[in-house]
Nanobody, 123 residues
């Protein structure tokens, strides 16, 4: 069992930056691949980025490539999402997720979820 708690969301103007954090507790953090998803009102939960257990492999959805960076600190049991050049279409609730391995990019591929943190980008 892994418990995940996101933080760092907020309101930012277009072009601005935010850094999301996800703190994990419970089972050994380094045993899990981690990911960020987001869900806008009335839409499905979509994959944003994922990172392997050691941090050596990262994956991004096309719309955030070059703007977002996922990273992890296994000593601090924390995964981060640095978001730069934010756009109004990035507005969503952002969720942290964990899985024993990266199996895919769907919600069904991840076993544990945080409660989400709201990111709002104004134009």
């Amino acid at each position: 069992q892994v418990q995940l708690v996101e933080s760092g969301g907020g309101l930012v103007q277009a072009g601005g930056s935010l850094r999301l954090s996800c703190a994990a507790s419970g089972r050994t953090f380094s045993m899990y691949a981690m990911a960020w998803f987001r869900q806008a009102p009335g839409k499905e939960r979509d994959f944003v980025a994922a990172i392997g257990k050691s941090g050596g492999s990262t994956y991004y959805t096309d719309s955030v490539k070059g703007r977002f960076t996922i990273s992890r600190d296994n000593a601090r049991n924390t995964v981060y999402l640095q978001m730069n050049s934010l756009k109004p279409e990035d507005t969503a609730v952002y969720y942290c997720a964990a899985a024993p391995t990266i199996r895919g990019w769907g919600s069904e591929d991840y076993n544990y979820w945080g409660q989400g943190t709201q990111v709002t980008v104004s134009s």
